[in-house]
Every structure is written in structure tokens, then in C-alpha cells.
């Protein structure tokens, strides 16, 4: 397991020199807030764009795009984690987008980057919502709705 950990500290590394050189600024790095976690929080150069950023990190590609991984009750965790982290530093006026990044590769071999923007909406988020767990709905729905709709 310490491997795997270590694989996945690394890739968030790789991830993170990634959207410096791209000129991004790193706000936060693991960021977490109870239970959840953001792996990256950027911000652009003008601070009107605020990004968050979950990093996947794989030896190889042969089961598909790392980012394959990220399931819809991840995704739903990433939105609740961002909700806390725009709250928590008064960032309402910002633009939010939620990106992945793919590490594919090992200390050793060297990296291939895949960067997505707009990997998800909090939208269809909420249509999974919508159309699944009718408990989870009835829970969820009043908590997110407000934030969902301003985005």
C-alpha cells in the first residue's frame, strides 16, 4: 500500500509543476475539509478562474484513462469539498471549474500528462442524482440545488 501512496504523491507532483508551467498558480495542494479532499485548488493570473483539480495517477494505461476512475460519488465528494473551500475563503465572485489531470507513468519510466478541462458539471452531477438513489436525492437535493443552479 505505502507504494501506491507513494505513485499517487508523486503523480500529484507531476500534476502540480504541470499547471505551473501552464500558468497556473497552486493555492492548495490536499486540501481537506472533514472527510473530503481536493487534490489541487488553482487560480489563474487574473484570479477570475478558480480550478479544482482531481489528479489520478496509474503505472499504465492499459485499463483506460486513469481519469476513468473518478466515479460519480467521487465527483459528488469533489463538488461538496469545493463548496466548503469557496466558503471557507469567501472565493462566491470566482468562475469554478472542476478538471482532471492523468499521471500515467512511475518515478522511474518518466510521465505522460493528460490534462481535461470541463471534466465534469455539477450539473449532470445533479441528473445523476435525479435519476438514482431516490434517498440520496431526497437528502441531497435541498443542500445542493442553491449552489448548483448559481454556478
Not at 507531476?14 to 485548488?41: C, F, P, S, T
Not at 461538496?80 to 478538471?99: G, M, N, P, T, W
Request: net charge neutral; aromatic share 12%; charged share 35%.
Amino acid at each position: 500500500m505505502a507504494w501506491k501512496n507513494d505513485l499517487g504523491r508523486w503523480g500529484e507532483e507531476r500534476a502540480a509543476e504541470y499547471m505551473e508551467q501552464h500558468g497556473w498558480y497552486i493555492r492548495h495542494r490536499n486540501w481537506q475539509k472533514k472527510h473530503h479532499e481536493i487534490d489541487l485548488v488553482c487560480i489563474d493570473e487574473d484570479s477570475t478562474i478558480l480550478l479544482f483539480i482531481e489528479v489520478k495517477t496509474r503505472t499504465s494505461d492499459i485499463w483506460g484513462e486513469p481519469d476513468k476512475a473518478i466515479d460519480l460519488e467521487k465527483k459528488d465528494n469533489l463538488i461538496k469539498a469545493a463548496r466548503a473551500y469557496i466558503s471557507d475563503f469567501h472565493l462566491q465572485h470566482l468562475e469554478v471549474r472542476y478538471d482532471t489531470i492523468s499521471v500515467i507513468g512511475t518515478p522511474e519510466t518518466g510521465c505522460e500528462i493528460k490534462y481535461k478541462e470541463n471534466a465534469f458539471d455539477v450539473e449532470s452531477q445533479y441528473e445523476y442524482y435525479k435519476t438514482g438513489n431516490k434517498k440520496k436525492i431526497a437528502r441531497k437535493r435541498n443542500w445542493h440545488i442553491g449552489l448548483w443552479l448559481k454556478q
